[in-house]
């Protein structure tokens, strides 16, 4: 086969499906690993939220039940007395980041704390209502840090209250948050945080406004670069968690699992190559290549004279079979035909030739009524499929009639095949009017066995035994002279083929053979040649 043909082929497909083995499980794994951390970062966003709440609800509720305490202590005829001084010491010292308590007057003015003497005034500027209220973050000078008033309203509208650390606010968003993201508690009455853990811009925190303002949401789209959740208390309604998540991109998700991904690059390449080298192996099989010059009519019918050696009058053709592909052989017939018969493709092969051989066929028995094409088939091709293309062939092409089409049987694969069925193929065809020849006769092992199933028309002498001609004292020139004798007992015609000198002829012409073919007279030829020679004559 000429490999190089075959190497220049461009096979798509190979390409195709080796660029998708080796880019598409890396893109799916790629997109898989980004869903997943994204999906599992707001998750994790979601539960710190979530927990926020929770842990803050636990401080309010210990805060809440000490402002209960102390407002059950409360003298109507006096500001401030000495247990409730007393209960504020011993809660201060109790509670956790809280730094003291206190009694506001309705107008705000400090009434008692078991803070410093000195202490300076509250601003609560909490709504006269009932339930606990908190303040946002802010800076308290005489402790000279931040803090969040957490108070509730008595009964004569004065506020017990605590002063909370901002720290301990700040402890309970420290659950290890990345330091792009950021945790915060806010008060949905008030624009600034009640505590922050992280950074927020200016226009982030616009966008938590926005959030805050509906609370059925609780994930929201800051910009393009970040997300915000929220999570609500159900049982301190102003209080709200807000976590500001940073999008990572996809070039920070994929450099984080760079050694999975290059495992699935080097298992991708693996399969890559292992297709690539199946095709490879597939596409320069002769059973792919075969069905390539069938899929693309690579096939071309050929045509050798057979002759009256008498009088050199051309009597038919025999069609061979010839494989080119863009104008070059690919392969010489002895090569492809026995392939093609191994691999199941023969009986497409020679249905392809004889197709495109119809209009040739027509224009000359048109011209030459008498003029017969000599086809080959193996024994495997004698089956009712043939029969009916033969049958369809005349039917449907008026022109040619069944004297017109001779089919010539190889002997390889005689024995192979079902004796009934190949006789009752032949006795179909020759009911048709259609000759039947056995081909290189002599040259198997199966002629003689073809004498029990069918009576042929013709036999053809294998070149081989015309070659020895020359040659009397071979075994080839006994057998040839052997054949000769056994065709004129069976009164079968003889035709030779691959006479290639005048002394073959004239040898042949003694022994009463008249039909032959060889490069004496002609080489195959194309249609056009054929069709030129003959409306030469």
Known sequence: MNVSWVNSFRDRATLIVSLLLLTLPLALYSYSIVVVVRADKLMQATDAANEAVYEAEILLDHINGALISLASLDDSSLDCNEPMLRQMHELSFELIGVEAFYLLGADGQLLCTDWLAAFSTFDASAPARSGIHFSPEVYIPEIGRTGVYVYRVNGRGQYIGSLVASAYFRQVLNQNIPVQDALAFYNRNFEQPVALTGLISSERLVAIRRALETPQETLFEADSQSRIITAHSLQYPRLVAVYLLKKQSVAEILAAHISELVMILLLSLLAMLGWFNFRHQKIHSYRFQLQLALRHSEFEPYFQPIVDMRTGEWLGVEILARWFRAGTSVASPDEFIGKAEKHGLLKALTRQVTTKSIALMEDIVERYPDFYFS????????????????????????????????FEITEQGLAEVNKVKFRQTVEQLSAHGIYIGLDDFGAGQSGLEYFSNITPHFLKIDRRFVSAIPHPQSVDYQILKTIVQLAKMLNLTIVAEGIETEQHARWLIDQGIQKGQGWLYHKPMAEAELWAKLSAE
Request: hydrophobic content about 40%; some cysteine; overall charge neutral.
């Open 375 to 406: 086809i080959n088939l193996s024994p495997n091709q004698m089956d009712q499929v043939t029969v009916d293309f033969v049958v369809g062939l005349l039917q449907q092409n008026e022109k040619i009639k069944p004297c017109n089409i001779r």
